[in-house]
């Protein structure tokens, strides 16, 4: 199955993994559900944030190829790419929806 395109917007590659778990949580727990309550999201709970960036960073189900708990367990580059994906999700309902639908297949879900 195709991986979204995904928006470039990359965390700093000098960022500490302290650093991108908080911008991670700060995005997935705060921004985002905030946003989600216009009702323009296709999710609404920081838990389907998460999944959803930690699936489309790994590009499969994300518990097939990091180990839970994730933000532990997941590389820099692979936390990067889960805020780049938050990030654009932030930034667009649209690819919300897309990368929801994606994460909803790589679990063999209806999307």
Not at 34 to 49: L, N, T
Not at 68 to 89: G, H, K, S, W
Request: net charge positive.
């Amino acid at each position: 199955m195709p991986m979204p395109q995904q928006t470039c917007l990359f965390a700093s590659p000098h960022e500490t993994h302290s650093g991108l778990v908080r911008t991670m949580e700060r995005l997935a727990e705060d921004i985002l559900p905030a946003k989600a309550a216009s009702g323009a999201y296709p999710v609404r709970f920081d838990h389907c944030f998460k999944r959803i960036a930690y699936d489309v960073a790994v590009g499969a189900r994300w518990d097939t190829e990091v180990p839970p708990p994730f933000c532990e367990n997941a590389t820099p580059a692979q936390l990067r790419r889960a805020i780049d994906v938050l990030r654009a999700m932030a930034g667009n309902p649209g690819r919300a929806a897309e990368y929801n639908r994606y994460s909803l297949r790589c679990r063999n879900a209806d999307a």
